[in-house]
């Protein structure tokens, strides 16, 4: 370590060493300070130059300070000499403090009369300085492959993805001859950690919960099973179809879809946590949230499954199919808040609204069948509607043909128990019954429509189309006839009136806004009592912004609070001392990496998580 004072004409030397990336000399004046650089050995050494300036009471305050590496030279002219390579350059104030109290220098005490060099020996500190110094990491190039044909799909429909169609954005891993592509994306799925919290997180939710309610696990899986349905009658690529179902709802958040609105009010400001931010300020956008657009954010760059990339690298396809499945609205949502790849959201924005496969418009419409036929089934066990009802609401002329099937289910469970059957539970086995037969109902309308569809788009030259547009749908063939439509538009309006407005599920929703709020609000307030995962998550983002980063783990605690309690305060335009809105940018990316934080939570985690806070 070097200190030197602001007005040494010597210091220009290291301004020429980071500009040009060359090295440059600095000389040894000191004899002490010599006999130290001569006893160097040949290694390359980490160098740190403070430079100063004095006050009136001769008190030294580092204002500056130089990174990068060194050798000795002893020149014959000059005498000892260290050969340096300036790699970066910081006036920030949170660095220059964090190094000084780090590294327990004193600039008068440390080093010797008349001296101004000294050697110290810190992993953390440079560990720390590293992430200065050091660009971050990044995947050096995207693998480029190609996929071959597999001989199990030739035999799919000629609008069918297929395995040699795939685009993926890095495309490490090698193909394998007897695992497709799509394959892969299922089996990724199935094994992150987004995945598996869907086991605890609420589809419609009672405060009265009880062990036969339904989760998000519970209703993808019955996703899975009848989008697999359709994708075989239609012969589709039933691994790209299912694949798509099992990520669909990777980011949802916890306490079904009131965690979402929750989150998304906070970010748009309509809460008054970060309210003051945005007011005034038209140029501040925190993206919102929805947690279709969660979940590309979630397996492109949240789950951490591998060395090289952040992400699961889903194809495209995988990845188009999981963001369409409901509406996109992309006026009101910001793409570029959940994923960063320009090639992504180029691919994703060629259609905003239709997945761009059969398969991903497969699993919108299995999605929309399966929330028909689940809420009816939490709707008959939470008592809020009975089997009489449910005959009442499909009395309507256009409504008997589904209502005769349930009738004919009520005639053969009759017949069955006038020869003595018995039944330990007589009306949840209809109930059971009555939600498998309207999802059949919708199976068999949605394929017969859809034939009709994909027949009249090959007519009209379809498949040419398909081909030179390079495998992509650009028209919904996917879809409800139009009877079929009406039926399912008309279910959703009795579970609204019976289910999602009863005072149960009202309870659970003011219950679950207010946990979200007040975990936004604890975070946001002091981020220190986030995840460390989380703030090294952050800090990663930070880096990939600025090179003005501390380790949140390892630095002084008080650079610490106030390096925080700047990024919260930032406005555009507030801080003079680095890039004019660097700190807004920071204050952005640790908004989102709350969110993130918040929206992977668990039911249970969230509970756990709000009252641990709330006793502290």
């Known amino acids: 370590m070097v200190k030197a004072l602001n007005t040494l004409p010597s210091l220009s030397h290291l301004d020429e060493s980071y500009a ?99 050697i ?25 492959r190609s996929f071959g044909p597999l001989y199990e799909e030739e035999e799919l429909h000629v609008l069918a993805q297929r ?10 891993a090698a193909p394998q001859t007897n695992r497709g592509e799509f394959q892969r994306d299922y089996e990724r799925i199935t094994h992150s950690k987004a995945f598996r919290r869907m086991v605890d997180k609420a589809q419609i939710f009672s405060a009265d919960k009880g062990d036969h309610y339904r989760t998000r696990m519970t209703h993808t899986l019955a996703v899975c099973q009848i989008a697999r349905g359709l994708s075989k009658e239609l012969n589709l690529n039933s691994f790209l179809t299912e694949a798509i179902a099992l990520g669909h709802d990777l980011g949802h958040t916890p306490f079904g879809h009131q965690g979402e609105r929750t989150l998304n009010s906070i970010l748009k400001g309509e809460k008054p946590i970060i309210k003051q931010n945005i007011e005034g300020n038209a140029d501040i956008n925190y993206g919102g949230f929805k947690h279709n657009y969660h979940s590309l954010r979630v397996a ?26 409901t509406k996109t609205k992309v006026n009101e949502y910001s793409l570029e808040a959940f994923i960063f790849s320009s090639e992504l959201r180029k691919y994703l924005l060629r259609n ?44 309507l002329r256009k409504m008997s043909n589904l209502k005769s099937q349930i009738e004919n289910i009520e005639t053969s469970l009759k017949n069955l128990e006038d020869r003595h059957r018995i039944f330990v539970d007589k009306d949840e086995l209809m109930q059971s019954r009555i939600s498998a037969q309207i999802i059949q109902y919708f199976i068999l309308d949605v394929v017969k429509q859809s034939n009709i569809n994909i027949d009249r788009y090959l007519t009209d030259g ?8 390079g495998y992509i749908i650009d ?41 979200i709020e007040s975990l936004f609000h604890s975070y946001y307030n002091n981020p220190r009592l986030l995840h460390k995962g989380t703030l090294r998550r952050i800090m990663r983002d930070f880096r990939s912004i600025s090179s003005n980063v501390i380790d949140f ?64």
Not at 163 to 172: A, F, M, S, T, W
Request: net charge negative.
């Open 300 to 325: 492109s760059h949240l789950e951490e499954e591998y060395i090289e990339f952040n992400g699961l690298d889903l194809s495209y396809q995988t990845l188009d199919g999981m963001w369409k499945h």
């Open 475 to 515: 028209k919904s063939l996917i879809d409800f006839s139009s009877s079929g439509k009406k039926l399912c538009n008309y279910l959703e309006r009795i579970i609204t009136k019976k289910v999602i407005n009863s005072s149960e599920v009202s309870l659970f929703d003011s219950n679950g806004e207010s946990i």
């Open 20 to 118: 040009m990336k060359k090295e440059r000399f600095f000389n040894i004046t000191n004899d002490n300070d010599r006999d130290l650089v001569v006893n160097l050995s040949g290694n390359t050494y980490r160098i740190y130059f403070v430079i100063f300036r004095k006050e009136n009471d001769d008190k030294k305050i580092p204002e500056k300070i130089y990174l990068g590496e060194c050798q000795k030279a002893c020149a014959a002219e000059y005498g000892p000499s260290l050969k340096c390579l300036i790699q970066h350059k910081t006036e920030n104030k949170a660095i220059i403090d964090n190094f000084m109290s780090c590294s327990e220098i004193d600039l008068d005490e440390d080093f010797e009369q008349g001296s101004y060099v000294t």
């Open 163 to 172: 395995n040699e169609y795939c685009i993926r954005e890095y495309g490490i």
């Open 352 to 395: 905003n609204e239709i997945p761009l496969s059969l398969e991903g418009q497969v699993v919108r419409i299995a999605d929309e069948i399966a929330q028909r036929s689940h809420d009816l089934e939490d709707a008959f066990s939470a008592k809020r509607l009975s089997i009489s009802q449910l005959y009442d609401y499909l009395s």
């Open 120 to 144: 110290e020996t810190s992993l953390s500190l440079i560990k720390q300085m590293d992430l200065i110094v050091n660009p971050p990491y990044a995947i050096s190039q995207n693998v480029l």
């Open 462 to 469: 379809g498949e040419a189309e398909f081909r030179k547009s």
């Open 553 to 616: 783990e390892d630095a002084d605690p008080e650079v610490i609070k106030k390096e925080w309690e700047k990024i919260i305060k930032a406005k555009p335009g507030s801080d003079k001392d680095i890039a004019e809105n660097e700190y807004l940018e920071k204050n952005k990316i640790l908004v989102r990496n709350i969110v993130d934080f918040i929206a992977g939570m668990t039911d249970s985690y969230a509970i756990c998580e709000y009252n641990k806070i709330a006793r502290s």
